[in-house]
Nanobody, 117 residues
Framework: QVQLVESGGGLVQAGDSLRLSCAASGRTFSIDAVGWFRQTPEKERELIATITASGGDTYYADSVKGRFTISRDNAKNTVYLQMNSLKPEDTARYYC??????????WGQGTQVFVSS
């Protein structure tokens, strides 16, 4: 099994930055990729960024492209999401998930981000 724990959320003002962390433990060698998702009560869950196990391939949703950067430190089994130029519409609960065998089958508990205007 794989366990994921997110951290780094908080309350910031528009234009500020935050860095979220996703620490993995367990059978981490089985992870093909890690994705960051976000969700609000009003919107469906949105995939915003992914990174492959090697770190060689990344994906960004248009809503965050140019502002967010996903990276990983394999020695620490941790994936990061650097979020710059935050906007009020970035307010959401952010989750990381591990993709194994073609599906995101393991999720963290999430970390809340509030961006005030």
């Amino acid at each position: 099994q794989v366990q994921l724990v997110e951290s780094g959320g908080g309350l910031v003002q528009a234009g500020d930055s935050l860095r979220l962390s996703c620490a993995a433990s367990g059978r981490t060698f089985s992870i093909d990729a890690v994705g960051w998702f976000r969700q609000t009560p009003e919107k469906e869950r949105e995939l915003i960024a992914t990174i492959t196990a090697s770190g060689g391939d990344t994906y960004y949703a248009d809503s965050v492209k140019g502002r967010f950067t996903i990276s990983r430190d394999n020695a620490k089994n941790t994936v990061y999401l650097q979020m710059n130029s935050l906007k009020p519409e970035d307010t959401a609960r952010y989750y990381c998930a591990a993709q194994r065998y073609g599906a995101y089958d393991t999720w963290g508990q999430g970390t809340q981000v509030f961006v005030s205007s």
